[in-house]
Protein backbone atom coordinates (compact mmCIF):
# COMPACT_ATOMS: atom_id res chain seq x y z
CA UNK A 1 0.00 0.00 0.00
CA UNK A 2 1.64 2.77 -1.21
CA UNK A 3 1.59 6.68 1.14
CA UNK A 4 0.32 9.93 -0.81
CA UNK A 5 3.97 10.86 -0.75
CA UNK A 6 5.36 7.71 -2.36
CA UNK A 7 2.68 8.15 -4.79
CA UNK A 8 3.74 11.91 -5.53
CA UNK A 9 7.15 10.48 -6.18
CA UNK A 10 6.45 7.36 -8.33
CA UNK A 11 4.26 9.81 -10.44
CA UNK A 12 7.30 12.65 -10.75
CA UNK A 13 9.81 9.38 -10.97
CA UNK A 14 8.32 8.46 -14.29
CA UNK A 15 6.43 11.82 -14.96
CA UNK A 16 10.17 14.43 -15.18
CA UNK A 17 11.95 12.44 -17.56
CA UNK A 18 9.08 11.74 -19.49
CA UNK A 19 8.44 15.41 -19.78
CA UNK A 20 11.82 15.63 -21.65
CA UNK A 21 11.87 13.33 -23.93
CA UNK A 22 8.11 13.82 -24.68
CA UNK A 23 9.02 17.47 -25.32
CA UNK A 24 11.92 16.17 -27.88
CA UNK A 25 9.70 14.81 -30.46
CA UNK A 26 7.73 18.28 -31.30
CA UNK A 27 11.16 20.42 -30.67
CA UNK A 28 11.78 17.85 -34.07
CA UNK A 29 9.40 20.29 -35.53
CA UNK A 30 9.92 23.33 -33.95
CA UNK A 31 13.77 23.22 -35.40
CA UNK A 32 11.97 22.21 -38.79
CA UNK A 33 9.59 25.09 -38.50
CA UNK A 34 11.73 28.13 -37.29
CA UNK A 35 14.50 26.76 -39.72
CA UNK A 36 12.32 26.63 -42.44
CA UNK A 37 10.17 29.79 -41.43
CA UNK A 38 13.87 31.86 -41.96
CA UNK A 39 13.35 30.58 -45.85
CA UNK A 40 10.44 32.48 -46.16
CA UNK A 41 6.26 32.08 -45.57
CA UNK A 42 6.23 29.81 -49.07
CA UNK A 43 8.33 26.98 -47.33
CA UNK A 44 6.92 27.52 -44.31
CA UNK A 45 3.47 27.19 -45.40
CA UNK A 46 4.33 23.84 -47.42
CA UNK A 47 5.84 22.47 -44.13
CA UNK A 48 2.57 23.10 -42.77
CA UNK A 49 1.11 20.66 -44.97
CA UNK A 50 3.52 17.99 -45.25
CA UNK A 51 3.73 18.23 -41.48
CA UNK A 52 0.07 17.63 -40.94
CA UNK A 53 0.40 14.79 -43.54
CA UNK A 54 3.37 12.93 -41.76
CA UNK A 55 1.80 13.55 -37.92
CA UNK A 56 -1.34 11.84 -39.44
CA UNK A 57 0.64 8.80 -40.42
CA UNK A 58 2.63 8.75 -37.34
CA UNK A 59 -0.21 9.39 -35.43
CA UNK A 60 -2.25 6.89 -36.33
CA UNK A 61 0.22 4.27 -35.42
CA UNK A 62 0.63 5.88 -32.42
CA UNK A 63 -1.07 2.97 -30.85
CA UNK A 64 2.56 0.74 -30.91
CA UNK A 65 2.97 3.10 -27.68
CA UNK A 66 0.19 3.13 -26.71
CA UNK A 67 -0.90 -0.54 -26.45
CA UNK A 68 2.86 -1.69 -25.60
CA UNK A 69 2.82 0.32 -22.24
CA UNK A 70 -0.28 -1.08 -20.84
CA UNK A 71 0.92 -4.56 -21.96
CA UNK A 72 4.32 -4.97 -20.61
CA UNK A 73 3.35 -2.92 -17.73
CA UNK A 74 0.24 -5.69 -16.48
CA UNK A 75 3.35 -8.33 -16.94
CA UNK A 76 5.53 -6.55 -15.33
CA UNK A 77 3.37 -5.46 -11.99
CA UNK A 78 1.80 -9.53 -12.12
CA UNK A 79 5.81 -10.52 -11.45
CA UNK A 80 6.63 -11.47 -15.18
CA UNK A 81 9.42 -8.82 -16.60
CA UNK A 82 10.42 -11.90 -19.33
CA UNK A 83 6.59 -11.87 -20.51
CA UNK A 84 6.48 -8.16 -20.21
CA UNK A 85 10.10 -7.20 -22.16
CA UNK A 86 8.70 -9.75 -25.29
CA UNK A 87 5.36 -8.16 -24.92
CA UNK A 88 7.60 -5.15 -25.76
CA UNK A 89 9.85 -6.82 -28.47
CA UNK A 90 7.42 -7.97 -30.41
CA UNK A 91 5.39 -4.38 -30.48
CA UNK A 92 9.27 -3.44 -32.21
CA UNK A 93 8.64 -5.76 -34.90
CA UNK A 94 4.77 -5.43 -35.28
CA UNK A 95 6.44 -1.51 -35.87
CA UNK A 96 9.17 -1.98 -38.54
CA UNK A 97 7.29 -4.60 -40.59
CA UNK A 98 3.92 -1.41 -40.73
CA UNK A 99 6.74 1.15 -41.42
CA UNK A 100 8.33 -0.22 -44.39
CA UNK A 101 4.96 -0.66 -46.10
CA UNK A 102 4.01 3.02 -45.32
CA UNK A 103 7.18 4.10 -46.29
CA UNK A 104 7.18 2.51 -49.41
CA UNK A 105 3.68 3.49 -50.58
CA UNK A 106 3.49 6.93 -48.62
CA UNK A 107 6.79 8.01 -51.17
CA UNK A 108 4.70 7.18 -54.21
CA UNK A 109 2.01 8.85 -53.12
CA UNK A 110 3.16 12.23 -51.72
CA UNK A 111 1.97 14.00 -54.51
CA UNK A 112 -1.68 12.48 -54.40
CA UNK A 113 -1.47 13.33 -50.75
CA UNK A 114 -0.14 17.27 -50.96
CA UNK A 115 -2.70 17.82 -53.44
CA UNK A 116 -5.41 17.15 -50.80
CA UNK A 117 -4.93 20.16 -49.63
CA UNK A 118 -5.32 22.78 -52.35
CA UNK A 119 -2.46 24.87 -51.96
CA UNK A 120 -0.99 26.81 -54.61
CA UNK A 121 1.41 25.38 -56.99
CA UNK A 122 4.37 26.89 -55.61
CA UNK A 123 3.63 26.08 -51.59
CA UNK A 124 2.86 22.20 -53.04
CA UNK A 125 6.25 22.36 -54.51
CA UNK A 126 7.72 22.36 -51.41
CA UNK A 127 5.35 20.51 -49.40
CA UNK A 128 6.55 17.74 -51.81
CA UNK A 129 9.71 18.07 -51.32
CA UNK A 130 9.78 17.93 -47.61
CA UNK A 131 7.19 14.80 -47.87
CA UNK A 132 8.73 12.98 -49.84
CA UNK A 133 12.11 12.62 -48.13
CA UNK A 134 10.46 12.63 -44.99
CA UNK A 135 8.68 8.78 -45.61
CA UNK A 136 11.71 6.92 -45.42
CA UNK A 137 11.59 8.03 -41.89
CA UNK A 138 8.42 6.30 -40.71
CA UNK A 139 9.34 2.83 -40.04
CA UNK A 140 12.02 4.86 -37.65
CA UNK A 141 9.45 7.13 -36.05
CA UNK A 142 7.28 3.49 -35.09
CA UNK A 143 9.95 1.69 -34.14
CA UNK A 144 10.81 4.39 -31.77
CA UNK A 145 6.97 4.16 -30.77
CA UNK A 146 7.10 0.94 -29.86
CA UNK A 147 10.59 1.10 -28.01
CA UNK A 148 9.61 4.04 -25.76
CA UNK A 149 6.41 2.25 -24.89
CA UNK A 150 8.03 -1.05 -23.90
CA UNK A 151 10.46 0.93 -21.36
CA UNK A 152 7.62 2.69 -19.94
CA UNK A 153 5.92 -0.11 -19.02
CA UNK A 154 8.81 -1.66 -17.23
CA UNK A 155 8.65 1.76 -15.35
CA UNK A 156 11.75 3.17 -16.81
CA UNK A 157 11.34 6.92 -18.43
CA UNK A 158 14.86 8.01 -17.77
CA UNK A 159 16.40 6.17 -20.91
CA UNK A 160 14.05 7.39 -23.47
CA UNK A 161 14.61 11.05 -21.80
CA UNK A 162 18.40 10.12 -23.04
CA UNK A 163 17.94 8.61 -26.02
CA UNK A 164 15.60 11.84 -27.12
CA UNK A 165 17.45 14.29 -25.84
CA UNK A 166 20.98 12.98 -27.75
CA UNK A 167 18.01 12.83 -31.18
CA UNK A 168 17.03 16.20 -30.90
CA UNK A 169 20.86 17.60 -30.38
CA UNK A 170 21.48 15.77 -33.67
CA UNK A 171 18.49 17.00 -35.46
CA UNK A 172 18.82 20.42 -34.90
CA UNK A 173 22.86 20.43 -36.08
CA UNK A 174 22.24 18.51 -39.02
CA UNK A 175 19.21 20.29 -40.01
CA UNK A 176 21.22 23.91 -39.98
CA UNK A 177 24.00 22.18 -41.53
CA UNK A 178 22.08 20.65 -44.60
CA UNK A 179 19.30 23.76 -45.23
CA UNK A 180 22.21 26.59 -44.92
CA UNK A 181 25.69 24.79 -44.60
CA UNK A 182 24.94 22.69 -47.80
CA UNK A 183 21.94 25.27 -49.17
CA UNK A 184 19.53 21.94 -49.58
CA UNK A 185 16.86 24.38 -48.11
CA UNK A 186 13.58 22.68 -46.88
CA UNK A 187 15.17 19.14 -48.59
CA UNK A 188 17.59 19.50 -45.97
CA UNK A 189 15.29 20.12 -43.21
CA UNK A 190 13.48 17.08 -44.28
CA UNK A 191 16.67 14.88 -44.74
CA UNK A 192 18.27 15.51 -41.00
CA UNK A 193 15.21 14.70 -39.19
CA UNK A 194 15.03 11.28 -41.12
CA UNK A 195 19.44 10.73 -39.94
CA UNK A 196 18.82 11.82 -36.35
CA UNK A 197 15.66 9.56 -36.50
CA UNK A 198 17.41 6.43 -37.32
CA UNK A 199 20.02 7.16 -35.17
CA UNK A 200 17.87 7.08 -32.51
CA UNK A 201 16.49 3.50 -33.19
CA UNK A 202 20.24 2.50 -33.21
CA UNK A 203 20.06 3.60 -29.79
CA UNK A 204 17.09 1.81 -28.76
CA UNK A 205 18.45 -1.71 -30.13
CA UNK A 206 21.51 -1.57 -28.07
CA UNK A 207 19.51 -0.62 -24.69
CA UNK A 208 16.83 -3.38 -25.25
CA UNK A 209 19.06 -5.78 -26.23
CA UNK A 210 20.53 -5.81 -22.99
CA UNK A 211 17.27 -5.59 -21.34
CA UNK A 212 15.95 -8.76 -23.04
CA UNK A 213 19.35 -10.65 -22.14
CA UNK A 214 18.80 -9.68 -18.34
CA UNK A 215 15.20 -11.25 -18.39
CA UNK A 216 16.05 -13.87 -20.85
CA UNK A 217 13.08 -12.68 -23.20
CA UNK A 218 13.90 -13.88 -27.00
CA UNK A 219 14.38 -10.75 -29.43
CA UNK A 220 12.66 -12.70 -32.47
CA UNK A 221 9.29 -12.26 -33.31
CA UNK A 222 7.04 -14.31 -31.95
CA UNK A 223 4.12 -14.85 -34.27
CA UNK A 224 1.45 -14.59 -31.38
CA UNK A 225 2.78 -11.77 -29.59
CA UNK A 226 2.78 -9.64 -32.75
CA UNK A 227 -0.40 -10.45 -33.42
CA UNK A 228 -1.57 -10.02 -30.42
CA UNK A 229 0.07 -6.65 -30.67
CA UNK A 230 -1.75 -5.50 -33.44
CA UNK A 231 -5.15 -7.03 -32.21
CA UNK A 232 -4.78 -5.09 -28.87
CA UNK A 233 -3.84 -1.34 -30.76
CA UNK A 234 -7.49 -1.75 -33.29
CA UNK A 235 -9.70 0.53 -30.51
CA UNK A 236 -6.91 2.13 -29.98
CA UNK A 237 -6.13 3.15 -34.01
CA UNK A 238 -9.57 3.62 -34.20
CA UNK A 239 -9.27 6.22 -31.04
CA UNK A 240 -6.48 7.97 -32.74
CA UNK A 241 -8.33 8.10 -36.09
CA UNK A 242 -10.95 10.69 -35.04
CA UNK A 243 -8.35 12.24 -33.44
CA UNK A 244 -5.99 12.62 -36.99
CA UNK A 245 -9.96 13.34 -38.65
CA UNK A 246 -10.53 16.51 -36.38
CA UNK A 247 -6.53 17.96 -37.08
CA UNK A 248 -6.65 17.35 -40.99
CA UNK A 249 -9.90 18.90 -41.09
CA UNK A 250 -8.64 21.88 -39.30
CA UNK A 251 -5.86 22.14 -41.65
CA UNK A 252 -7.96 22.12 -44.45
CA UNK A 253 -9.72 25.03 -42.87
CA UNK A 254 -6.85 26.95 -42.55
CA UNK A 255 -5.70 26.24 -46.35
CA UNK A 256 -9.01 27.64 -47.14
CA UNK A 257 -8.44 30.92 -45.06
CA UNK A 258 -5.16 31.87 -46.89
CA UNK A 259 -1.69 31.92 -47.22
CA UNK A 260 -0.90 33.80 -44.27
CA UNK A 261 -3.45 32.03 -42.23
CA UNK A 262 -2.04 28.70 -42.65
CA UNK A 263 1.26 29.54 -42.25
CA UNK A 264 -0.12 31.34 -38.68
CA UNK A 265 -1.58 27.70 -37.83
CA UNK A 266 1.44 25.77 -38.58
CA UNK A 267 3.20 27.82 -35.79
CA UNK A 268 0.25 27.67 -33.55
CA UNK A 269 -0.40 24.00 -34.05
CA UNK A 270 3.71 23.47 -33.34
CA UNK A 271 2.98 25.32 -30.31
CA UNK A 272 0.06 23.44 -29.30
CA UNK A 273 2.27 20.46 -30.05
CA UNK A 274 4.73 20.93 -27.66
CA UNK A 275 2.50 22.12 -24.64
CA UNK A 276 0.70 19.00 -25.32
CA UNK A 277 3.09 16.71 -25.35
CA UNK A 278 4.50 18.58 -21.84
CA UNK A 279 1.64 17.85 -20.35
CA UNK A 280 1.22 14.54 -21.69
CA UNK A 281 4.57 13.40 -19.21
CA UNK A 282 1.53 13.28 -16.41
CA UNK A 283 -0.32 11.04 -19.07
CA UNK A 284 2.64 8.70 -19.22
CA UNK A 285 3.30 8.53 -15.81
CA UNK A 286 -0.71 7.92 -15.32
CA UNK A 287 -0.23 4.93 -18.07
CA UNK A 288 2.08 3.54 -16.33
CA UNK A 289 1.36 2.94 -13.51
CA UNK A 290 -2.31 2.61 -13.73
CA UNK A 291 -1.12 -0.44 -15.79
CA UNK A 292 1.33 -1.90 -13.49
CA UNK A 293 -1.60 -1.45 -10.27
CA UNK A 294 -4.16 -3.18 -12.40
CA UNK A 295 -1.90 -5.92 -13.17
CA UNK A 296 -0.95 -7.00 -9.77
CA UNK A 297 -4.55 -6.11 -8.43
CA UNK A 298 -4.30 -2.87 -6.59
CA UNK A 299 -8.06 -1.22 -7.62
CA UNK A 300 -7.65 1.18 -5.06
CA UNK A 301 -3.91 2.37 -5.83
CA UNK A 302 -5.19 3.25 -9.63
CA UNK A 303 -8.32 5.18 -7.99
CA UNK A 304 -5.28 7.59 -6.21
CA UNK A 305 -3.29 7.58 -9.29
CA UNK A 306 -6.58 9.21 -11.13
CA UNK A 307 -7.17 11.66 -8.20
CA UNK A 308 -3.58 12.54 -8.35
CA UNK A 309 -3.01 13.38 -11.45
CA UNK A 310 -5.62 15.17 -12.47
CA UNK A 311 -5.18 17.19 -10.18
CA UNK A 312 -1.80 18.01 -11.15
CA UNK A 313 -2.85 18.04 -14.75
CA UNK A 314 -4.95 21.15 -14.26
CA UNK A 315 -2.33 22.79 -12.27
CA UNK A 316 0.34 22.04 -15.21
CA UNK A 317 -1.77 23.45 -17.77
CA UNK A 318 -2.70 26.66 -15.85
CA UNK A 319 1.67 27.18 -15.45
CA UNK A 320 2.26 26.23 -19.37
CA UNK A 321 -0.95 28.07 -20.51
CA UNK A 322 0.29 31.36 -18.39
CA UNK A 323 4.06 30.82 -19.94
CA UNK A 324 2.03 30.91 -23.53
CA UNK A 325 0.66 33.96 -22.52
CA UNK A 326 3.44 35.84 -21.85
CA UNK A 327 5.59 34.42 -24.57
CA UNK A 328 2.67 35.24 -27.02
CA UNK A 329 3.92 38.60 -28.83
CA UNK A 330 7.38 37.54 -29.57
CA UNK A 331 6.52 33.56 -30.52
CA UNK A 332 5.17 34.57 -34.20
CA UNK A 333 8.59 36.68 -34.64
CA UNK A 334 11.45 33.88 -33.55
CA UNK A 335 9.67 31.35 -35.81
CA UNK A 336 9.23 33.75 -38.86
CA UNK A 337 10.67 36.98 -37.89
CA UNK A 338 8.18 38.92 -39.80
CA UNK A 339 6.09 41.30 -37.65
CA UNK A 340 2.90 41.34 -39.67
CA UNK A 341 2.19 37.77 -39.23
CA UNK A 342 3.38 37.66 -35.83
CA UNK A 343 0.56 40.13 -35.10
CA UNK A 344 -2.12 37.54 -36.87
CA UNK A 345 -0.28 34.76 -34.73
CA UNK A 346 -1.27 36.30 -31.36
CA UNK A 347 -4.47 36.16 -30.31
CA UNK A 348 -4.61 32.63 -31.63
CA UNK A 349 -2.05 31.54 -29.16
CA UNK A 350 -4.23 33.73 -26.48
CA UNK A 351 -6.79 31.46 -26.88
CA UNK A 352 -4.58 28.23 -26.61
CA UNK A 353 -3.49 29.78 -23.32
CA UNK A 354 -6.56 29.88 -21.54
CA UNK A 355 -7.72 26.17 -22.87
CA UNK A 356 -4.26 24.57 -21.34
CA UNK A 357 -5.82 23.75 -17.87
CA UNK A 358 -8.54 22.06 -19.94
CA UNK A 359 -5.92 20.37 -21.89
CA UNK A 360 -3.98 18.95 -19.01
CA UNK A 361 -7.04 17.28 -17.52
CA UNK A 362 -8.07 15.88 -20.63
CA UNK A 363 -4.07 14.47 -21.32
CA UNK A 364 -4.48 12.83 -18.27
CA UNK A 365 -7.73 11.31 -18.44
CA UNK A 366 -6.72 10.31 -21.70
CA UNK A 367 -3.51 8.36 -20.53
CA UNK A 368 -5.28 6.51 -17.49
CA UNK A 369 -7.40 4.95 -20.18
CA UNK A 370 -5.11 3.82 -22.41
CA UNK A 371 -3.31 2.44 -19.11
CA UNK A 372 -6.58 0.48 -18.35
CA UNK A 373 -6.54 -0.75 -21.82
CA UNK A 374 -10.05 0.67 -22.30
CA UNK A 375 -9.85 1.36 -25.49
CA UNK A 376 -13.09 0.52 -27.29
CA UNK A 377 -14.77 3.24 -25.59
CA UNK A 378 -11.77 5.42 -26.62
CA UNK A 379 -12.77 5.40 -30.17
CA UNK A 380 -16.57 5.36 -29.47
CA UNK A 381 -15.90 8.59 -27.57
CA UNK A 382 -13.50 9.87 -30.17
CA UNK A 383 -16.11 9.85 -32.98
CA UNK A 384 -18.84 11.29 -31.04
CA UNK A 385 -15.90 14.04 -29.72
CA UNK A 386 -15.85 14.77 -33.88
CA UNK A 387 -19.70 14.80 -34.33
CA UNK A 388 -19.78 17.80 -31.37
CA UNK A 389 -16.87 19.22 -33.64
CA UNK A 390 -17.74 19.86 -36.78
CA UNK A 391 -20.56 22.01 -36.79
CA UNK A 392 -18.22 25.02 -35.39
CA UNK A 393 -15.35 23.94 -37.80
CA UNK A 394 -17.92 24.23 -40.35
CA UNK A 395 -19.05 27.70 -39.42
CA UNK A 396 -15.02 29.01 -39.40
CA UNK A 397 -15.05 27.70 -42.86
CA UNK A 398 -18.64 29.12 -44.30
CA UNK A 399 -17.84 32.83 -43.18
CA UNK A 400 -14.14 32.81 -43.52
CA UNK A 401 -13.05 35.49 -41.79
CA UNK A 402 -9.88 37.08 -42.83
CA UNK A 403 -6.92 37.85 -41.05
CA UNK A 404 -6.38 37.23 -36.87
CA UNK A 405 -9.87 37.19 -36.71
CA UNK A 406 -9.98 34.24 -39.20
CA UNK A 407 -7.31 32.23 -37.29
CA UNK A 408 -9.07 33.08 -33.91
CA UNK A 409 -11.90 31.74 -34.53
CA UNK A 410 -10.39 28.86 -35.47
CA UNK A 411 -8.68 28.41 -32.30
CA UNK A 412 -11.98 28.79 -30.64
CA UNK A 413 -13.23 25.99 -33.00
CA UNK A 414 -10.52 23.46 -32.01
CA UNK A 415 -9.02 24.38 -28.33
CA UNK A 416 -12.59 25.23 -27.08
CA UNK A 417 -15.17 23.33 -28.53
CA UNK A 418 -13.17 20.09 -29.63
CA UNK A 419 -11.24 20.01 -26.08
CA UNK A 420 -14.69 20.74 -24.28
CA UNK A 421 -16.02 17.87 -25.74
CA UNK A 422 -12.79 15.41 -25.34
CA UNK A 423 -13.58 16.55 -21.41
CA UNK A 424 -16.80 15.52 -21.00
CA UNK A 425 -16.86 12.25 -22.70
CA UNK A 426 -13.42 11.48 -21.00
CA UNK A 427 -14.85 12.65 -17.43
CA UNK A 428 -18.21 10.54 -17.78
CA UNK A 429 -16.25 7.44 -18.35
CA UNK A 430 -13.66 7.65 -15.11
CA UNK A 431 -16.45 8.15 -12.78
CA UNK A 432 -18.07 4.78 -12.98
CA UNK A 433 -15.93 1.56 -12.40
CA UNK A 434 -16.49 0.01 -16.02
CA UNK A 435 -13.08 0.70 -17.17
CA UNK A 436 -11.02 -1.33 -14.39
CA UNK A 437 -10.39 -4.71 -15.36
CA UNK A 438 -7.77 -6.32 -12.98
CA UNK A 439 -5.16 -9.15 -13.81
CA UNK A 440 -2.17 -9.68 -16.22
Known sequence: MSTPRTLNRDILRLAVPALGALIAEPLFLIVDSALVGHLGVVPLAGLGIASAVLQTIVGLMVFLA??????????????????????????????????????????????????????????????????????????????????????????????????????????????????????????????????????????????????????????????????GSARSGGWLFLRTLSLRVALLATVGVATGLGTGELAGWQVVFTIFSTTAFALDALAIAAQALVGKGLGAGEEPFVRRVLGRTVAWGAWFGVSVGAAVAALSGVIGIVFTGDAALAALIQPALLILAVAQPICGIVFVLDGVLIGAGDGRYLAVAGVLNVVVFAPALAAVALFAPAGWAGLAWLSVAFFGVYMLARLGTLGWRVRGTGWMTAGA
Open 66 to 227: YSTTPAVARRFGAGDPSRAVSAGIDGMWLALGIGAVLAGVGSVTTPFLVGLFGAGPEVAAQAEIYLGLSMWGLPAMLIVFAATGLLRGMQDTVTPLWIAGLGFAANAVLNWLLIYGLGWGIAGSAAGTVLAQWAMVGAYVVVIGRLARRHSASVRPQRAGVA
